[in-house]
Nanobody, 122 residues
Framework: VQLQASGGGLVQSGGSLRLSCVAS????????VSWFRQAPGKEREFVAA????????FYSDSAQGRFTISRDNTKTAVFLQMHSLKTEDTAVYSC????????????????WGPGTQVTVSS
């Protein structure tokens, strides 16, 4: 499976963006998808995760209440709706998949896609 993130851009503080992660190829088993982000000079960090069925989600403290992760019924796309964006949300956002349950650990993911830049201006 290959993943491709899109939807990033420049937005003012307090604004919203919707990121998409589209999968190509066919996975042998159901997989969890998560969003991660990496700001300049910082380590990659977990943002949000969703299971295969789309009925279980998990968020980082910084994303909780502002971001919503969702999955379409075809299981080929995962979305990250971001509201009330802050300058500290500026980062490259990537989606990743793992053959297992929700997990916020970067190294536990099996496949990744290129990221999309999100820049929040003050």
């Amino acid at each position: 499976v290959q993943l491709q993130a899109s939807g990033g851009g420049l937005v003012q503080s307090g604004g919203s963006l919707r990121l998409s992660c589209v999968a190509s190829g066919r996975a042998r088993d159901p997989y969890t998808v998560s969003w991660f982000r990496q700001a300049p000079g910082k380590e990659r960090e977990f943002v949000a995760a969703i299971n295969w069925a789309g009925d279980e989600t998990f968020y980082s403290d910084s994303a909780q209440g502002r971001f919503t992760i969702s999955r379409d019924n075809t299981k080929t796309a995962v979305f990250l709706q971001m509201h009330s964006l802050k300058t500290e949300d500026t980062a490259v956002y990537s989606c990743a998949g793992r053959l297992g349950r929700l997990d916020p650990t970067v190294n536990n993911y099996d496949f990744w896609g290129p990221g999309t830049q999100v820049t929040v201006s003050s």
